[in-house]
């Protein structure tokens, strides 16, 4: 039987506090039978962990760079204590979610800029030190992204380290961009963003890229697909934003299934094996 793993879900976020389990039991319903949910700062680590250990789900530890602004140089220092004590953790499966960001203004200018890109290349080193896989944050940043993976990547073994593993997760850039991240050995996810008409890239790009090279993610709460979305007119109305969930992952696959030709199921199975091809510890919990 089929099923589907959401491989980008911050289901610990404010949003869900109330009802987060509620959540993942709506999504269990729907065939969510894994949902992997990404760190984005120290003082999330534990709960993403818990939060993963009672859901039967996996978790991955990193500083987003939206939150480098606030984070100390310490922080890089516990995080590698974290993954040193969690080693043996199952369901810690990749260094996540870091990367960089340029589409935020201030992150782009000194000294933000800068120690953005600190941290990312410092998490890199961390994941190479634990054999970890990394879920990478890429807005705006694709190139500069595949040029620190290709300067840490290749520091070990003579310049010829071993291959990346893990997500570009919400990918938007360019199909030259998307063969060099899949030629490095990651994934791209793919999300709620595929389901507007007007991402004509983004949809192109879905529907025609390998199909061993596509993962499908929530990124709930953020990102909601074109059905939860309403227009700032709307909201001055009254009328609310459609919360994300993990439970719209079969929707979202099933338009992504219909831009590919193919059946829903089918597109589960492909996108469930390449999660575990992209963070092998998955495997060990099916």
Same mark, same amino acid.
């Given at each position: 039987m089929s099923y589907w793993i959401d491989t980008h879900c911050h289901l610990d976020a404010r949003e869900f506090e109330t009802d987060a389990q509620a959540v993942r039991a709506r999504a269990a319903l729907g065939k969510v039978a894994h949902c992997v949910l990404p760190a984005v700062e120290v003082a999330n680590f534990d709960a993403v962990r818990q939060l993963a250990h009672a859901g039967n789900d996996s978790y991955a530890l990193g500083i987003h760079p939206l939150y480098v602004a606030q984070a100390q140089d310490?922080?890089?220092?516990?995080?590698?204590?974290?993954?040193?004590?969690h080693r043996d953790d199952a369901r810690l499966v990749a260094v996540g979610e870091i990367g960089l960001d340029y589409f935020v203004r201030e992150l782009t200018i000194s000294p933000l800029r800068e120690r953005?890109?600190?941290?990312?290349?410092?998490?890199?080193?961390?994941?190479?030190?634990?054999?970890l896989p990394v879920i990478l944050h890429v807005r705006r940043s694709a190139d500069?992204? /595949?040029?620190?993976?290709?300067?840490?990547?290749? &520091? !070990?073994?003579?310049?010829?380290?071993?291959?990346?593993?893990?997500?570009?997760?919400?990918?938007?850039?360019?199909?030259?961009?998307?063969?060099?991240?899949m030629a490095l050995g990651f994934k791209l996810g793919f999300g709620g963003a595929l389901t507007y008409e007007r991402a004509l890239q983004l949809r192109r790009l879905a529907a025609s890229l390998p199909l061993e090279a596509i993962v499908l993610e929530t990124d709930a709460?953020?990102?909601?697909?074109?059905? /939860?979305?309403?227009?700032?007119?709307?909201?001055? &109305? !009254?009328?609310?934003?459609?919360r994300n969930e993990p439970g719209e992952l079969p929707r979202i696959g099933a338009e992504l299934a219909a831009l590919r030709g193919m059946t829903a199921d089918d597109l589960a199975l492909a996108t469930t094996r390449n999660a575990m091809a992209a963070l092998p510890r998955l495997r060990l919990l099916s």
């Amino acid at each position: 039987m089929s099923y589907w793993i959401d491989t980008h879900c911050h289901l610990d976020a404010r949003e869900f506090e109330t009802d987060a389990q509620a959540v993942r039991a709506r999504a269990a319903l729907g065939k969510v039978a894994h949902c992997v949910l990404p760190a984005v700062e120290v003082a999330n680590f534990d709960a993403v962990r818990q939060l993963a250990h009672a859901g039967n789900d996996s978790y991955a530890l990193g500083i987003h760079p939206l939150y480098v602004a606030q984070a100390q140089d310490t922080d890089l220092a516990t995080l590698d204590a974290h993954l040193t004590r969690h080693r043996d953790d199952a369901r810690l499966v990749a260094v996540g979610e870091i990367g960089l960001d340029y589409f935020v203004r201030e992150l782009t200018i000194s000294p933000l800029r800068e120690r953005q890109e600190f941290f990312y290349l410092e998490q890199l080193k961390l994941a190479r030190k634990h054999g970890l896989p990394v879920i990478l944050h890429v807005r705006r940043s694709a190139d500069r992204l /595949l040029k620190g993976l290709r300067d840490i990547g290749s &520091a !070990g073994n003579g310049g010829a380290g071993p291959k990346w593993q893990g997500i570009a997760h919400a990918f938007s850039g360019s199909e030259q961009q998307a063969r060099a991240f899949m030629a490095l050995g990651f994934k791209l996810g793919f999300g709620g963003a595929l389901t507007y008409e007007r991402a004509l890239q983004l949809r192109r790009l879905a529907a025609s890229l390998p199909l061993e090279a596509i993962v499908l993610e929530t990124d709930a709460p953020d990102m909601p697909p074109h059905w /939860l979305y309403t227009t700032a007119a709307q909201r001055v &109305a !009254g009328e609310a934003q459609g919360r994300n969930e993990p439970g719209e992952l079969p929707r979202i696959g099933a338009e992504l299934a219909a831009l590919r030709g193919m059946t829903a199921d089918d597109l589960a199975l492909a996108t469930t094996r390449n999660a575990m091809a992209a963070l092998p510890r998955l495997r060990l919990l099916s």
